[in-house]
């Protein structure tokens, strides 16, 4: 780590360099232009023998003025963060004041200047460079006070001592200035620190990550193993009489029976295995199939309950129709353990997507962290300070009137709300990521919908914030039954893809949109998420649902996360999850669940 931070540190020490070299840039030609204002106000014109002609200072304005700037400005522009870069403007800038001094012919006011200069020149937060430009200022009073000292004081004949007294109340301010650099560099030192250990963790998460996604491809694996080797179980039903004319034996393992209950099953009994709360769905479709309105090759799922009791997950396709439309014929395929993988897969999904927030979240919750440090470390100085003045006599002296106390009743006040206000983004972020991580019970329970949407808003902040802005309009909603944190993963997916995809498309008037809205339409709960980004080309709209379908790059998607989002939604809440797309425009897809859905309790497996 000491290494990563040293090069950290590097990097925020040649930043601020730069950012200085910046600043003195435009600092260095604004003193030109008023030196050459004021040596033409103050002095315009120098007469002999009834002769005028441009004033010496004026010339010196724009001449040596230049002169003064041409090393700096050079180096700026060519060698910004050199460190020879800030000596040459430490001493350039010293050589500003001692010109100003000179027009205004050695006012004591503009002696400010040298210190006004040793302050900008502390902002490099390198003590050599005031080194350089106390030497510098030095020289210059020395020489000049020498040679021509009413340039330097406004008088021919100054005290001797008036050198020592300027250098000395130079020495005192570079006192100071040297301990706040010192200072400067110990808080880079800190941060980078700071901020390799933070690079560290993420680093560790970002390899759980990966050997989550490398579980995760093992069990997708072994998912598409076990659909490609399981045995289908094929059936011939009556459409008129609703009675099973054939069905293999393959059922057996479904129903739990043995050969010799299997040879005394009566095929009118398979009705009454099917759950009672999925009967009525399932001879729905299979009459609307006989109608001739259903498509051959679309699922039913349903459950079958065997004889111990033990319910099954089937898969019902039903693949045409007899001749005669007396008939229908179809396999059944036992889904149990998929829907059991399914279920894994989902937990996976969403212990991938906390693992790949948690670096964001570390990041959001540090940025308040830190101000709520600084903001307590100001209000202890502060009180320190306060307590270590000496007592003020309120009859002869107002407390405004000390600067130090003002500034410290000023700013205290504004310390405290800003530690406050950090104190209350962090119980956000926390709030909101225990809200998102909530740990789903067997049954659905209600909950409120839109304060589980903007927890998940909060904690996906860092997935979103540099490529769009999120707008949330949540309308006033009744409790929801559901399991509110799968609906919460599927929300998290849909605004991730929204935010990939204007990404993708890339915005160069700024941030991209998303937005999020909740709305009550007739016993069902409508949640849509739109964004700005490419939209959805034409020729892959109907596989976005499909299980391992991606556009993503290899290594970036596993083609799970809608085709999950989907089964969430619609088998497991008995709702839709559509979409409006146009390509260039954007896309929205609707999340719609019933506010009480149907109830059942979910297989434990």
């Not at 011939?236 to 099953?265: H, N, T």
């Not at 000390?402 to 119980?427: C, F, H, N, Q, W």
């Amino acid at each position: 780590m000491n290494a990563l931070a040293a090069k950290i540190f590097a990097v925020k020490r040649a930043r601020l360099h730069c950012q200085t070299d910046r600043m003195f840039f435009w600092l260095l030609l604004a003193q030109w232009l008023v030196a050459i204002v004021l040596a033409c106000v103050l002095t315009p014109w120098s007469y002999a023998d009834g002769a005028r002609s441009v004033h010496f200072h004026v010339k010196c304005a724009i001449v040596l003025g230049g002169v003064i700037n041409s090393l700096p400005i050079a180096l700026i522009q060519t060698r910004p963060g050199w460190w020879g870069t800030r000596h040459a403007v430490a001493f350039s800038q010293m050589m500003w004041s001692a010109l100003l001094i000179m027009i205004t012919g050695g006012r004591i006011e503009t002696h400010f200047h040298v210190f006004a200069s040793l302050a900008f020149v502390a902002f490099y937060a390198d003590w050599r460079v005031l080194v350089t430009a106390t030497l510098a200022v030095t020289g210059d009073h020395l020489l000049r006070g020498v040679m021509w000292p009413d340039s330097v004081y406004g008088l021919a004949n100054p005290e001797w001592w008036r050198f020592l007294e300027h250098a000395t109340w130079v020495v005192l301010e570079d006192t100071v200035l040297v301990f706040g650099c010192l200072r400067t560099v110990r808080e880079l030192r800190a941060s980078a620190e700071h901020e390799a250990r933070l690079e560290m963790t993420n680093a560790t998460i970002e390899r759980r990550v990966d050997e989550r996604t490398r579980e995760l491809g093992d069990s997708v694996e072994r998912y598409r193993a076990l659909v490609e080797n399981t045995e289908a179980i094929p059936f011939e039903l009556d459409a008129r009489s609703g009675k099973m004319l054939y069905i293999a034996p393959q059922i057996s393992r479904v129903l739990d029976l043995d050969a010799g209950e299997l040879a005394r099953f009566d095929g009118d009994a398979l009705w009454a295995l099917i759950h009672v709360e999925d009967r009525p769905r399932v001879v729905a479709a299979l009459v609307s199939f006989a109608r001739g309105k259903g498509r051959a090759g679309e699922p039913i799922d349903y459950r079958l309950v065997a004889k111990g009791g033990r319910i099954s997950d089937v898969r019902t396709f039903l693949s045409d129709r007899a001749q005669n439309g007396t008939s229908i014929r179809g396999v059944t395929l036992d889904v149990t353990k998929q829907k059991a993988m399914e279920s894994e897969l989902r937990q996976a999904q969403k212990l991938e997507s906390v693992g790949r927030l948690a670096a964001g979240v570390a990041h959001e919750i540090n940025t308040p962290i830190q101000f709520i440090s600084d903001s307590v470390q100001f209000a202890h100085d502060a009180i320190v300070d306060l307590l270590g003045l000496p007592e003020v006599d309120t009859a002869t002296h107002a407390a405004g009137a000390d600067p130090d106390i003002a500034y410290l009743v000023t700013e205290l006040p504004r310390a405290l709300r800003r530690a406050m206000e950090g104190t209350v983004r962090v119980s956000t972020i926390v709030r909101s990521m225990k809200t998102f991580a909530h740990r789903d019970t067997v049954n659905a329970a209600p909950v409120d919908l839109n304060d589980a949407i903007r927890s998940t808003v909060t904690i996906a902040a860092s997935e979103y914030k540099y490529v769009a802005a999120v707008e949330v309009d949540c309308q006033p909603l009744p409790p929801v039954t559901c399991w509110v944190g799968e609906i919460n993963q599927v929300v998290l997916n849909l605004l991730i893809n929204a935010a990939h995809a204007i990404k993708e498309k890339g915005t160069s008037d700024g941030l991209g949109t998303i937005k999020i809205s909740t709305r009550h339409d007739h016993g069902d709960v409508v949640v849509s998420v739109s964004d700005s980004g490419t939209g959805i080309p034409e020729n892959i709209r109907e596989h976005v649902f499909d299980p391992f379908f991606t556009t993503k790059p290899v290594g970036q998607g596993t083609g799970q996360g809608l085709a999950l989002a989907r089964s969430i939604v619609v088998d497991k809440h008995h709702g839709s999850l559509t979409f409006e797309t146009s390509v260039g425009t954007g896309t929205t897809f609707h999340l719609r669940i019933p506010v009480q859905p149907p109830i059942y309790v979910e297989n434990a497996a």
